[in-house]
């Protein structure tokens, strides 16, 4: 069984990563930090909209299983991709909506299926999803791991 990872930022990691944990094939969605320029950074410092990361998930993922395509549905899904820097009542940059691909493969699905979304006419507004190649990829402090689960709050991430 060949594993592969995504990196998804649709605001805040904690509904995402829990969304992402319920879809069959994957077998982990961990919380983190990519898509900046500091070195292994910590969530104050993320917080603090300098150093250029985005709050992410990265899912690891079964191809035999899931394909990068549906992983991509749930994606839009999850989130508002028109709203710049913001998911709900959460703004700044580590919130923006983000799409990091390792593959050729996976950029060319990430634009195509962008596109035909925006031409649905799902969205009014343009959609202002980031597409970009994946950097380093920083897990997230322990305590963000499974939030909702810890604390026994049901998750939910929904635009």
Known sequence: MTMEKAIFGAGCFWGVEAT???????SAAICG???G???NPAYHDVCTGKTGHAE???VEYDPAQVSYEI???VFWDCHDPTTL?????DSGAQYRSAIFFYTCEQEAAAR???EKLQQSGRWRDPIVTEIAPASTFYRAEEYHQRYFEKRGIPAHCHP
């Open 71 to 73: 992983l991509l549905d």
């Open 85 to 89: 820097n913001r998911q709900g009542p």
């Open 33 to 35: 930090y990519s898509g």
């Open 37 to 39: 320029h500091l070195e």
């Open 56 to 58: 992410v998930v990265q």
């Open 112 to 114: 195509a299926s962008k």
């Open 20 to 26: 992402f944990r319920t879809v069959k094939g994957v």
